[in-house]
Nanobody
Framework: QVQFVESGGGLVQPGGSLRLSCAGPGSILSRYDMAWYRQAPGMQRELVATIAGSSTNYADSVKGRFTIARDNAKNTMFLQMNDLKPEDTAVYYC????????WGQGTQVTVSS
């Protein structure tokens, strides 16, 4: 059963930064188009960023502030989040972009002063 483990979340003030990590099977992380998602309380899960080969795409709400990357040698994907805003508060998840493997527990990001 494929499962991902997200980490790196926490409480940060507006304008701060966090770096999320996603650990999982290298056979998946390096070969599939991957993505970060987030789900805020009472909201549906939304797509935040995707990576396919060397190509990346971002939701308009995070463009210019978030950067997705992966290190195939370490079987890890990252989400660098800068200039965080209260509306970025959510549980963040990683998964393949077009194939939904088992969802991990996610990592909580809270942006608050």
């Amino acid at each position: 059963q494929v499962q991902f483990v997200e980490s790196g979340g926490g409480l940060v003030q507006p304008g701060g930064s966090l770096r999320l990590s996603c650990a999982g099977p290298g056979s998946i992380l390096s070969r599939y188009d991957m993505a970060w998602y987030r789900q805020a309380p009472g909201m549906q899960r939304e797509l935040v960023a995707t990576i396919a080969g060397s190509s990346t795409n971002y939701a308009d709400s995070v463009k210019g502030r978030f950067t997705i990357a992966r290190d195939n040698a370490k079987n890890t994907m990252f989400l660098q989040m800068n200039d965080l805003k209260p509306e970025d508060t959510a549980v963040y998840y990683c998964n393949a972009r077009y194939v939904s493997f088992t969802w991990g527990q996610g990592t909580q990001v809270t942006v608050s002063s």
